[in-house]
């Protein structure tokens, strides 16, 4: 609950430091719940309202158009659902706000 509740990143460092100390090393899913929150969070600083991966491809949409570069949807080439988050998040962040 408390991880769904955070709306800005330092939240998110502030409760993921906060989980550690508590509990010690966080497994796997929590750290990826958390990089799902930290996409959340970035996506909606940058106005991005809609995120769908199909096909290895990446729509984000802002203001009802969807954002592409060089006329094409970004692909993700990571095999890992880690790193696919990873590479999501460093598309959102380069996007021009």
């Known amino acids: ?3 769904a509740d955070t709306t800005n990143i330092s939240e998110i460092n502030s409760l993921r430091a906060e989980f550690a100390d508590r509990f010690g090393t966080l497994p796997p899913t929590v750290e990826r ?21 199909r096909d290895g491809k990446v729509m984000f949409m ?10 094409r949807f970004p692909r ?9 988050l990873d590479a999501m998040l460093d598309l ?6």
């Open 1 to 3: 609950r408390k991880i």
């Open 33 to 53: 719940l958390f990089k799902i929150t930290e996409l959340r969070i970035t996506a909606f600083e940058n106005n991005i309202q809609y995120i769908e991966v």
């Open 62 to 71: 802002r203001n009802n158009q969807y954002i592409k570069q060089n006329s």
């Open 76 to 84: 993700l080439k990571a095999n890992t659902v880690d790193k696919r």
């Open 92 to 97: 959102v962040r380069s996007f021009p706000q």
